[in-house]
Protein backbone atom coordinates (compact mmCIF):
# COMPACT_ATOMS: atom_id res chain seq x y z
CA UNK A 1 0.00 0.00 0.00
CA UNK A 2 3.24 2.09 0.81
CA UNK A 3 4.18 2.13 -2.73
CA UNK A 4 0.96 2.60 -4.27
CA UNK A 5 0.72 5.97 -2.38
CA UNK A 6 4.08 7.02 -2.96
CA UNK A 7 2.51 10.00 -4.98
CA UNK A 8 1.62 11.55 -1.22
CA UNK A 9 4.14 10.18 1.05
CA UNK A 10 6.49 11.77 -1.96
CA UNK A 11 5.32 14.48 -4.21
CA UNK A 12 8.15 15.35 -5.28
CA UNK A 13 9.15 12.07 -6.90
CA UNK A 14 6.23 11.22 -9.08
CA UNK A 15 8.60 9.97 -12.16
CA UNK A 16 9.93 7.20 -9.22
CA UNK A 17 6.34 6.47 -8.52
CA UNK A 18 5.82 5.36 -12.07
CA UNK A 19 9.20 3.24 -12.09
CA UNK A 20 8.47 1.35 -8.61
CA UNK A 21 4.84 0.45 -10.10
CA UNK A 22 6.06 -0.76 -13.30
CA UNK A 23 9.15 -3.08 -10.74
CA UNK A 24 5.88 -4.05 -9.08
CA UNK A 25 3.68 -5.13 -11.45
CA UNK A 26 6.36 -6.98 -14.08
CA UNK A 27 7.01 -9.43 -11.44
CA UNK A 28 3.11 -10.17 -10.47
CA UNK A 29 2.78 -10.73 -14.30
CA UNK A 30 4.72 -13.24 -14.12
CA UNK A 31 3.59 -14.75 -10.87
CA UNK A 32 -0.27 -14.95 -12.25
CA UNK A 33 1.32 -16.62 -15.61
CA UNK A 34 2.79 -18.92 -13.85
CA UNK A 35 -0.42 -19.70 -11.78
CA UNK A 36 -2.05 -20.42 -14.48
CA UNK A 37 0.04 -22.15 -16.55
CA UNK A 38 1.06 -24.52 -13.06
CA UNK A 39 -3.31 -25.28 -12.79
CA UNK A 40 -3.85 -25.76 -16.61
CA UNK A 41 -0.86 -28.81 -16.54
CA UNK A 42 -2.03 -30.22 -13.01
CA UNK A 43 -5.66 -30.51 -14.34
CA UNK A 44 -6.40 -34.47 -15.69
CA UNK A 45 -7.22 -34.95 -19.50
CA UNK A 46 -10.20 -33.39 -20.53
CA UNK A 47 -13.78 -35.16 -21.12
CA UNK A 48 -15.07 -34.85 -24.68
CA UNK A 49 -18.26 -35.68 -25.94
CA UNK A 50 -18.11 -38.59 -27.10
CA UNK A 51 -17.09 -42.04 -25.77
CA UNK A 52 -13.90 -44.17 -27.18
CA UNK A 53 -13.42 -47.74 -26.52
CA UNK A 54 -9.99 -46.64 -25.22
CA UNK A 55 -11.04 -45.70 -21.99
CA UNK A 56 -12.82 -49.19 -21.14
CA UNK A 57 -9.84 -51.10 -19.27
CA UNK A 58 -11.91 -54.81 -19.67
CA UNK A 59 -14.31 -56.60 -21.99
CA UNK A 60 -15.61 -60.18 -22.04
CA UNK A 61 -17.59 -61.63 -25.16
CA UNK A 62 -21.26 -62.58 -24.98
CA UNK A 63 -21.37 -66.05 -26.70
CA UNK A 64 -25.03 -65.67 -27.95
CA UNK A 65 -27.36 -68.99 -27.97
CA UNK A 66 -27.21 -71.46 -31.57
CA UNK A 67 -30.53 -71.64 -31.45
CA UNK A 68 -32.67 -68.36 -31.19
CA UNK A 69 -35.80 -68.56 -32.40
CA UNK A 70 -37.14 -66.88 -35.39
CA UNK A 71 -39.88 -64.68 -33.04
CA UNK A 72 -37.03 -63.64 -30.52
CA UNK A 73 -37.40 -60.24 -29.48
CA UNK A 74 -35.15 -59.73 -27.00
CA UNK A 75 -31.70 -61.55 -25.63
CA UNK A 76 -29.98 -61.33 -22.33
CA UNK A 77 -27.40 -62.70 -20.20
CA UNK A 78 -26.49 -62.47 -15.97
CA UNK A 79 -23.78 -60.42 -15.06
CA UNK A 80 -20.28 -62.17 -13.46
CA UNK A 81 -17.82 -61.67 -10.16
CA UNK A 82 -15.31 -60.32 -12.96
CA UNK A 83 -17.24 -57.67 -14.17
CA UNK A 84 -18.37 -56.36 -10.60
CA UNK A 85 -14.68 -56.72 -9.51
CA UNK A 86 -13.73 -54.42 -12.95
CA UNK A 87 -16.46 -51.93 -13.40
CA UNK A 88 -17.97 -49.21 -11.08
CA UNK A 89 -19.91 -49.83 -8.50
CA UNK A 90 -23.08 -49.17 -9.87
CA UNK A 91 -22.34 -50.41 -13.18
CA UNK A 92 -22.59 -47.42 -14.90
CA UNK A 93 -19.71 -47.87 -17.04
CA UNK A 94 -21.12 -50.82 -19.18
CA UNK A 95 -21.16 -50.77 -22.57
CA UNK A 96 -22.55 -53.61 -24.98
CA UNK A 97 -20.99 -53.17 -28.74
CA UNK A 98 -21.05 -55.37 -31.78
CA UNK A 99 -18.51 -56.30 -34.01
CA UNK A 100 -19.16 -53.47 -36.20
CA UNK A 101 -18.22 -51.07 -33.78
CA UNK A 102 -22.12 -50.43 -33.08
CA UNK A 103 -23.53 -49.48 -29.56
CA UNK A 104 -25.99 -51.61 -28.51
CA UNK A 105 -28.66 -50.04 -25.70
CA UNK A 106 -29.76 -52.51 -23.31
CA UNK A 107 -31.61 -52.65 -19.58
CA UNK A 108 -30.39 -53.67 -16.58
CA UNK A 109 -32.38 -55.33 -14.29
CA UNK A 110 -31.90 -57.15 -11.00
CA UNK A 111 -34.55 -59.35 -10.79
CA UNK A 112 -35.19 -59.75 -6.87
CA UNK A 113 -38.13 -61.77 -5.55
CA UNK A 114 -41.09 -59.46 -5.56
CA UNK A 115 -44.86 -59.27 -5.03
CA UNK A 116 -46.75 -57.49 -7.64
CA UNK A 117 -50.27 -56.68 -7.26
CA UNK A 118 -52.35 -56.64 -10.69
CA UNK A 119 -55.51 -54.52 -10.12
CA UNK A 120 -58.84 -56.12 -11.07
CA UNK A 121 -61.84 -53.71 -12.16
CA UNK A 122 -64.80 -53.94 -10.34
CA UNK A 123 -67.93 -52.56 -10.66
CA UNK A 124 -69.28 -50.89 -7.08
CA UNK A 125 -73.17 -51.92 -5.35
CA UNK A 126 -75.65 -52.07 -2.79
CA UNK A 127 -73.45 -50.18 -0.48
CA UNK A 128 -75.25 -50.31 3.07
CA UNK A 129 -73.28 -47.90 5.70
CA UNK A 130 -76.54 -46.91 7.98
CA UNK A 131 -75.25 -48.92 10.57
CA UNK A 132 -73.60 -48.11 13.08
CA UNK A 133 -72.38 -51.51 13.92
CA UNK A 134 -71.49 -52.82 10.40
CA UNK A 135 -70.71 -51.49 6.97
CA UNK A 136 -71.06 -53.40 3.93
CA UNK A 137 -70.12 -53.26 0.44
CA UNK A 138 -70.56 -55.73 -3.05
CA UNK A 139 -68.58 -56.03 -5.68
CA UNK A 140 -68.55 -57.38 -9.34
CA UNK A 141 -65.65 -58.14 -11.51
CA UNK A 142 -65.67 -56.69 -14.93
CA UNK A 143 -63.48 -59.35 -16.29
CA UNK A 144 -64.59 -62.62 -17.27
CA UNK A 145 -63.18 -65.71 -15.55
CA UNK A 146 -60.82 -63.35 -13.63
CA UNK A 147 -59.08 -64.66 -10.60
CA UNK A 148 -58.05 -62.80 -7.59
CA UNK A 149 -56.65 -63.40 -4.16
CA UNK A 150 -56.85 -60.56 -2.55
CA UNK A 151 -58.75 -57.00 -1.53
CA UNK A 152 -57.57 -53.42 0.26
CA UNK A 153 -60.16 -51.30 2.23
CA UNK A 154 -59.94 -48.00 3.06
CA UNK A 155 -61.06 -47.43 6.06
CA UNK A 156 -61.40 -44.07 7.94
CA UNK A 157 -60.08 -43.41 11.52
CA UNK A 158 -57.27 -43.89 13.50
CA UNK A 159 -56.25 -46.50 16.61
CA UNK A 160 -58.57 -49.29 15.36
CA UNK A 161 -58.76 -52.84 15.09
CA UNK A 162 -61.76 -53.72 12.84
CA UNK A 163 -63.17 -57.43 11.90
CA UNK A 164 -63.62 -57.79 8.13
CA UNK A 165 -64.98 -60.79 6.73
CA UNK A 166 -65.01 -61.41 2.78
CA UNK A 167 -67.35 -63.60 0.57
CA UNK A 168 -67.90 -64.76 -2.72
CA UNK A 169 -70.95 -65.51 -4.96
CA UNK A 170 -71.25 -66.47 -8.70
CA UNK A 171 -75.00 -66.20 -8.76
CA UNK A 172 -75.29 -63.01 -5.93
CA UNK A 173 -77.58 -65.31 -4.36
CA UNK A 174 -75.17 -67.79 -2.29
CA UNK A 175 -72.42 -66.45 -0.10
CA UNK A 176 -69.77 -68.15 1.10
CA UNK A 177 -66.75 -66.89 2.80
CA UNK A 178 -63.67 -66.50 1.90
CA UNK A 179 -61.89 -64.81 4.85
CA UNK A 180 -61.91 -63.24 7.89
CA UNK A 181 -59.51 -61.15 9.30
CA UNK A 182 -59.17 -58.32 11.16
CA UNK A 183 -57.59 -54.33 9.98
CA UNK A 184 -55.73 -51.74 11.82
CA UNK A 185 -54.16 -48.63 12.13
CA UNK A 186 -52.01 -47.08 15.56
CA UNK A 187 -50.06 -44.05 15.56
CA UNK A 188 -47.00 -45.55 17.68
CA UNK A 189 -44.86 -42.43 18.63
CA UNK A 190 -46.03 -40.28 15.07
CA UNK A 191 -45.77 -43.20 13.08
CA UNK A 192 -48.22 -44.90 11.36
CA UNK A 193 -48.40 -48.47 11.31
CA UNK A 194 -51.80 -50.07 9.60
CA UNK A 195 -52.70 -53.40 7.95
CA UNK A 196 -55.43 -52.63 4.91
CA UNK A 197 -55.59 -55.91 2.91
CA UNK A 198 -57.19 -59.26 3.38
CA UNK A 199 -56.19 -62.13 1.84
CA UNK A 200 -57.66 -65.78 0.63
CA UNK A 201 -57.38 -68.28 -1.83
CA UNK A 202 -57.09 -67.91 -5.46
CA UNK A 203 -61.08 -67.67 -6.51
CA UNK A 204 -62.73 -66.86 -10.07
CA UNK A 205 -65.70 -65.87 -8.01
CA UNK A 206 -67.48 -63.16 -9.70
CA UNK A 207 -69.33 -61.20 -6.89
CA UNK A 208 -67.89 -60.25 -3.85
CA UNK A 209 -68.94 -59.13 -0.71
CA UNK A 210 -67.50 -56.99 2.18
CA UNK A 211 -68.43 -56.53 5.43
CA UNK A 212 -66.87 -54.40 8.29
CA UNK A 213 -67.44 -54.57 12.06
CA UNK A 214 -67.12 -51.17 14.26
CA UNK A 215 -63.71 -52.24 16.84
CA UNK A 216 -65.88 -53.99 19.52
CA UNK A 217 -63.65 -51.80 22.18
CA UNK A 218 -63.69 -48.71 21.43
CA UNK A 219 -67.56 -47.14 22.03
CA UNK A 220 -67.69 -43.98 19.86
CA UNK A 221 -65.73 -46.05 16.93
CA UNK A 222 -67.49 -46.57 13.22
CA UNK A 223 -66.28 -49.27 10.74
CA UNK A 224 -65.96 -45.95 8.24
CA UNK A 225 -65.91 -48.28 5.15
CA UNK A 226 -64.65 -46.44 2.27
CA UNK A 227 -63.30 -47.67 -1.07
CA UNK A 228 -62.60 -51.13 -2.14
CA UNK A 229 -60.05 -52.47 -4.73
CA UNK A 230 -59.76 -56.28 -5.87
CA UNK A 231 -56.20 -57.35 -6.30
CA UNK A 232 -54.44 -60.56 -7.76
CA UNK A 233 -51.07 -61.25 -6.01
CA UNK A 234 -48.79 -62.59 -7.79
CA UNK A 235 -45.48 -63.64 -6.48
CA UNK A 236 -42.47 -63.78 -8.50
CA UNK A 237 -39.57 -65.17 -7.23
CA UNK A 238 -36.79 -63.33 -9.36
CA UNK A 239 -33.47 -65.41 -9.93
CA UNK A 240 -30.65 -65.94 -7.59
CA UNK A 241 -27.50 -66.46 -9.32
CA UNK A 242 -25.03 -69.28 -7.18
CA UNK A 243 -21.11 -68.80 -7.40
CA UNK A 244 -18.18 -70.78 -5.62
CA UNK A 245 -16.68 -69.36 -2.67
CA UNK A 246 -12.94 -69.88 -1.87
CA UNK A 247 -12.82 -71.41 1.69
CA UNK A 248 -9.90 -70.70 3.64
CA UNK A 249 -8.97 -72.98 6.57
CA UNK A 250 -10.32 -72.99 9.97
CA UNK A 251 -9.18 -70.63 12.55
CA UNK A 252 -9.97 -71.27 16.18
CA UNK A 253 -10.57 -68.01 18.15
CA UNK A 254 -12.02 -66.72 21.10
CA UNK A 255 -15.73 -65.47 20.85
CA UNK A 256 -16.90 -63.34 23.76
CA UNK A 257 -19.41 -66.28 23.89
CA UNK A 258 -17.05 -69.05 24.32
CA UNK A 259 -14.77 -70.68 21.54
CA UNK A 260 -15.71 -70.34 18.37
CA UNK A 261 -14.45 -71.33 14.86
CA UNK A 262 -13.66 -69.08 11.92
CA UNK A 263 -13.66 -69.14 8.63
CA UNK A 264 -12.50 -66.35 5.64
CA UNK A 265 -15.26 -66.87 2.64
CA UNK A 266 -13.07 -64.71 -0.16
CA UNK A 267 -15.73 -64.22 -2.69
CA UNK A 268 -13.16 -63.87 -6.08
CA UNK A 269 -13.52 -59.95 -6.68
CA UNK A 270 -13.97 -56.57 -4.90
CA UNK A 271 -18.03 -55.58 -4.70
CA UNK A 272 -19.27 -58.64 -5.31
CA UNK A 273 -23.14 -58.66 -4.04
CA UNK A 274 -23.98 -61.59 -1.74
CA UNK A 275 -27.33 -61.94 -0.47
CA UNK A 276 -26.71 -65.84 0.93
CA UNK A 277 -24.43 -68.37 1.98
CA UNK A 278 -24.89 -71.94 1.35
CA UNK A 279 -23.12 -73.89 3.42
CA UNK A 280 -21.88 -77.64 2.68
CA UNK A 281 -21.78 -78.94 6.53
CA UNK A 282 -21.11 -82.64 7.20
CA UNK A 283 -22.51 -83.61 10.49
CA UNK A 284 -25.56 -85.40 11.05
CA UNK A 285 -26.61 -83.38 14.27
CA UNK A 286 -25.88 -79.76 15.52
CA UNK A 287 -27.03 -76.55 16.83
CA UNK A 288 -25.03 -73.71 16.95
CA UNK A 289 -25.16 -69.71 17.20
CA UNK A 290 -23.27 -68.10 13.95
CA UNK A 291 -22.18 -64.23 12.99
CA UNK A 292 -21.63 -63.13 9.18
CA UNK A 293 -18.80 -60.66 9.41
CA UNK A 294 -17.88 -58.23 6.85
CA UNK A 295 -14.02 -57.37 6.24
CA UNK A 296 -13.01 -53.83 6.63
CA UNK A 297 -9.33 -53.30 6.06
CA UNK A 298 -7.40 -51.42 7.80
CA UNK A 299 -3.74 -51.05 9.98
CA UNK A 300 -5.21 -50.89 13.41
CA UNK A 301 -7.95 -52.68 15.37
CA UNK A 302 -10.30 -55.49 14.76
CA UNK A 303 -10.84 -55.50 10.73
CA UNK A 304 -13.94 -57.29 10.71
CA UNK A 305 -17.10 -56.09 11.80
CA UNK A 306 -20.53 -58.58 12.79
CA UNK A 307 -22.88 -57.81 9.80
CA UNK A 308 -25.64 -60.75 10.52
CA UNK A 309 -26.21 -63.32 13.28
CA UNK A 310 -28.44 -66.32 13.89
CA UNK A 311 -28.41 -69.89 13.98
CA UNK A 312 -28.01 -73.07 12.18
CA UNK A 313 -29.28 -76.56 13.14
CA UNK A 314 -29.81 -79.82 11.57
CA UNK A 315 -31.65 -82.70 13.27
CA UNK A 316 -30.95 -86.36 13.95
CA UNK A 317 -32.20 -88.31 10.71
CA UNK A 318 -32.76 -85.42 8.63
CA UNK A 319 -31.27 -85.46 5.01
CA UNK A 320 -27.89 -84.05 4.81
CA UNK A 321 -28.49 -81.06 2.28
CA UNK A 322 -27.23 -77.67 2.08
CA UNK A 323 -27.65 -75.32 5.09
CA UNK A 324 -28.69 -71.75 3.92
CA UNK A 325 -27.92 -68.24 5.29
CA UNK A 326 -29.75 -65.74 4.63
CA UNK A 327 -28.78 -62.07 5.27
CA UNK A 328 -29.58 -58.24 4.03
CA UNK A 329 -27.73 -57.64 0.65
CA UNK A 330 -24.00 -56.05 0.67
CA UNK A 331 -20.96 -55.92 -1.82
CA UNK A 332 -17.88 -57.20 -0.76
CA UNK A 333 -14.51 -58.95 -1.41
CA UNK A 334 -14.31 -61.02 1.84
CA UNK A 335 -16.56 -62.43 4.90
CA UNK A 336 -16.22 -63.85 7.95
CA UNK A 337 -18.34 -66.91 9.13
CA UNK A 338 -17.39 -67.21 12.86
CA UNK A 339 -19.42 -70.43 14.62
CA UNK A 340 -19.72 -70.72 18.03
CA UNK A 341 -18.91 -73.98 19.44
CA UNK A 342 -18.76 -73.72 23.32
CA UNK A 343 -17.88 -77.30 24.37
CA UNK A 344 -18.62 -79.10 21.18
CA UNK A 345 -16.57 -80.31 18.56
CA UNK A 346 -16.17 -77.89 15.70
CA UNK A 347 -18.22 -78.22 12.58
CA UNK A 348 -17.04 -80.48 9.41
CA UNK A 349 -17.75 -77.01 6.83
CA UNK A 350 -16.42 -78.42 3.71
CA UNK A 351 -17.91 -76.10 1.39
CA UNK A 352 -19.23 -72.54 0.44
CA UNK A 353 -21.61 -71.04 -2.40
CA UNK A 354 -22.96 -67.23 -2.46
CA UNK A 355 -25.65 -66.04 -4.46
CA UNK A 356 -27.42 -62.71 -4.98
CA UNK A 357 -30.25 -61.59 -7.03
CA UNK A 358 -29.33 -62.15 -10.73
CA UNK A 359 -27.72 -58.61 -12.66
CA UNK A 360 -29.46 -59.32 -15.99
CA UNK A 361 -29.04 -57.29 -19.47
CA UNK A 362 -31.29 -57.21 -21.80
CA UNK A 363 -31.09 -56.07 -25.50
CA UNK A 364 -33.05 -56.31 -28.53
CA UNK A 365 -32.16 -58.88 -30.89
CA UNK A 366 -31.44 -58.71 -34.60
CA UNK A 367 -29.77 -60.71 -37.05
CA UNK A 368 -28.36 -57.40 -38.53
CA UNK A 369 -25.76 -57.00 -35.24
CA UNK A 370 -22.56 -58.01 -36.24
CA UNK A 371 -20.89 -60.76 -34.37
CA UNK A 372 -19.49 -61.11 -31.63
CA UNK A 373 -20.83 -58.80 -29.11
CA UNK A 374 -18.82 -57.28 -26.46
CA UNK A 375 -19.68 -56.11 -22.90
CA UNK A 376 -17.22 -53.36 -22.23
CA UNK A 377 -16.56 -51.89 -18.42
CA UNK A 378 -13.93 -50.85 -16.50
CA UNK A 379 -13.62 -46.90 -16.86
CA UNK A 380 -14.63 -44.91 -13.55
CA UNK A 381 -15.24 -41.71 -15.26
CA UNK A 382 -17.88 -42.91 -18.03
CA UNK A 383 -21.35 -41.90 -16.65
CA UNK A 384 -24.55 -44.21 -17.15
CA UNK A 385 -25.89 -44.13 -20.04
CA UNK A 386 -30.47 -43.91 -19.64
CA UNK A 387 -31.33 -45.21 -22.84
CA UNK A 388 -34.34 -44.93 -24.17
CA UNK A 389 -34.87 -48.62 -24.66
CA UNK A 390 -34.43 -49.36 -20.85
CA UNK A 391 -36.78 -46.94 -20.33
CA UNK A 392 -39.64 -48.20 -22.66
CA UNK A 393 -38.87 -51.97 -22.10
CA UNK A 394 -42.31 -53.97 -20.09
CA UNK A 395 -41.82 -55.17 -17.14
CA UNK A 396 -43.09 -58.52 -18.87
CA UNK A 397 -41.12 -59.37 -21.19
CA UNK A 398 -42.94 -62.08 -23.88
CA UNK A 399 -41.73 -63.84 -25.54
CA UNK A 400 -39.17 -65.03 -23.06
CA UNK A 401 -35.68 -63.35 -24.24
CA UNK A 402 -32.64 -66.04 -25.18
CA UNK A 403 -30.00 -66.13 -22.83
CA UNK A 404 -27.00 -65.57 -23.66
CA UNK A 405 -23.51 -66.22 -21.29
CA UNK A 406 -20.25 -64.04 -20.51
CA UNK A 407 -16.68 -65.80 -21.67
CA UNK A 408 -14.13 -65.03 -19.50
CA UNK A 409 -12.55 -61.70 -18.73
CA UNK A 410 -10.02 -60.12 -21.23
CA UNK A 411 -7.79 -56.99 -20.73
CA UNK A 412 -8.78 -54.26 -23.64
CA UNK A 413 -6.15 -54.07 -26.62
CA UNK A 414 -7.03 -50.72 -27.24
CA UNK A 415 -7.23 -49.73 -23.41
CA UNK A 416 -4.78 -46.36 -23.21
CA UNK A 417 -4.53 -45.20 -19.04
CA UNK A 418 -6.04 -41.77 -18.36
CA UNK A 419 -3.22 -39.47 -18.13
CA UNK A 420 -2.22 -38.16 -14.61
CA UNK A 421 -2.11 -34.70 -13.19
CA UNK A 422 1.41 -32.99 -13.93
CA UNK A 423 1.23 -32.91 -10.05
CA UNK A 424 1.47 -36.56 -9.44
CA UNK A 425 3.66 -37.24 -13.01
CA UNK A 426 6.27 -34.51 -11.93
CA UNK A 427 5.33 -33.82 -8.40
CA UNK A 428 8.40 -31.70 -7.56
CA UNK A 429 7.41 -28.73 -10.07
CA UNK A 430 4.71 -27.24 -8.45
CA UNK A 431 7.40 -26.38 -5.64
CA UNK A 432 9.80 -24.62 -8.44
CA UNK A 433 7.52 -22.27 -9.71
CA UNK A 434 6.41 -21.53 -6.18
CA UNK A 435 10.13 -21.58 -5.59
CA UNK A 436 10.89 -19.04 -8.26
CA UNK A 437 7.49 -16.80 -7.29
CA UNK A 438 8.97 -16.17 -4.05
CA UNK A 439 12.48 -15.34 -5.57
CA UNK A 440 11.06 -13.02 -7.63
CA UNK A 441 8.73 -11.38 -4.77
CA UNK A 442 12.08 -11.29 -2.56
CA UNK A 443 13.70 -9.63 -5.21
CA UNK A 444 10.84 -6.94 -5.33
CA UNK A 445 10.79 -6.37 -1.89
CA UNK A 446 14.83 -5.59 -2.05
CA UNK A 447 14.90 -3.30 -5.41
CA UNK A 448 11.90 -1.34 -3.31
CA UNK A 449 13.75 -1.41 -0.24
CA UNK A 450 16.87 0.54 -1.75
CA UNK A 451 14.99 2.65 -3.36
CA UNK A 452 13.15 3.56 -0.76
CA UNK A 453 16.45 4.35 1.41
CA UNK A 454 18.19 6.48 -1.27
CA UNK A 455 15.07 8.37 -1.67
CA UNK A 456 14.60 9.11 1.98
CA UNK A 457 18.70 10.24 2.34
CA UNK A 458 18.54 12.25 -0.94
CA UNK A 459 15.10 14.38 0.59
CA UNK A 460 17.46 14.44 4.32
CA UNK A 461 20.44 15.87 2.07
CA UNK A 462 17.81 18.18 0.64
CA UNK A 463 16.96 19.75 3.52
CA UNK A 464 19.94 19.95 5.65
CA UNK A 465 20.94 22.49 2.90
CA UNK A 466 18.12 24.65 3.12
Known amino acids: MAILRCNTVFPRLPNWCTAARGWLLFPLLIAMAASLCLSLLCSGEPMLGGESLSKWQFYEQVELPEDIPAGCKYVDFVLQPGVFDGASEDLADLRLYDAAGKEIPYALRVLKPEDRHQPIPAREFNRFTDRPDEHEVSLQLEVPDPEHNMVRLNLGGMDFRRQVIVEGSDDRQQWRVLAKSF ?130 HRKAGQAIAPVVVEFPELAAERLRL ?57 TDLEPTPARAALAQREDNPDYVPPQLPLTERLPWLIYVVLGSVSVLLAGLIVIVGRQAIVLHDAQAASQAET
Open 338 to 394: VVIDHGNQPLKLQRVRYGAPARQVVFAWSKDLAQPLRLYYGNPQADAPYYDFARNLP
Open 183 to 312: LMRFNIDGRITEKTTVSYPPSRVRYLRVRVMRDQYLRDDTPALGTVEVLHLVKLPGEIVMWDAKLEQREAIRHGRGPASAWIIDLGGKKIPCQLLELTIDDREFVRDYEVQTWNPRPYGEQFATFHAGTI
